[in-house]
């Protein structure tokens, strides 16, 4: 099993609101490894969610984010199958994120989960333990044991 030291998300003006568009937060790849990283859900409750408080270090802040899927599709009462984070707007403007940076999710020494915003060009070269999916996410492997 693949263990993450860090997930990674490239973030659009829609991920920041930006757009006027009606999304409410982040979507999540529906990536096994990523999925594992977050708290679990039980994907046979219909719309199960898990409200989480994140750090973010940069602000000295605690933030209370919601971690749900939309499973209507699965539950033959809607269209949507997927996961997201929302709740997000006010700790992406406490930390000044902008399209383009990227919002680090990690777990710090206490297994609690931080995000870190860092601007888009610190992590221009992917790590050699980094692995890149879609929609702006990577996943970076922790290689120690």
Excluded: C
């Amino acid at each position: 099993m693949t263990r993450l030291g860090e997930v990674r998300k490239l973030l659009s003006a829609n991920d920041l609101g930006l757009t006027g568009g009606h999304q409410g937060g982040i979507t999540i790849p529906k990536n096994p490894d990523i999925l594992k990283f977050l708290p679990p859900l039980d994907a046979t409750v219909y719309n199960p969610d898990f409200w989480m408080t994140v750090a973010t270090p940069q602000t000295g802040q605690h933030w209370p984010l919601r971690y749900i899927y939309y499973n209507s599709k699965t539950h033959d009462q809607g269209t949507r199958n997927e996961y997201r984070l929302t709740h997000t707007t006010q700790m992406l403007r406490a930390l000044s994120a902008s399209a383009g940076d990227v919002l680090a999710f990690r777990r710090n020494g206490f297994g609690d989960i931080e995000a870190v915003l860092h601007e888009a060009e610190d992590l221009a070269a992917p790590a050699p333990t980094e692995k890149v999916l879609r929609n702006g996410w990577r996943m970076i492997i922790d290689t120690k044991d």
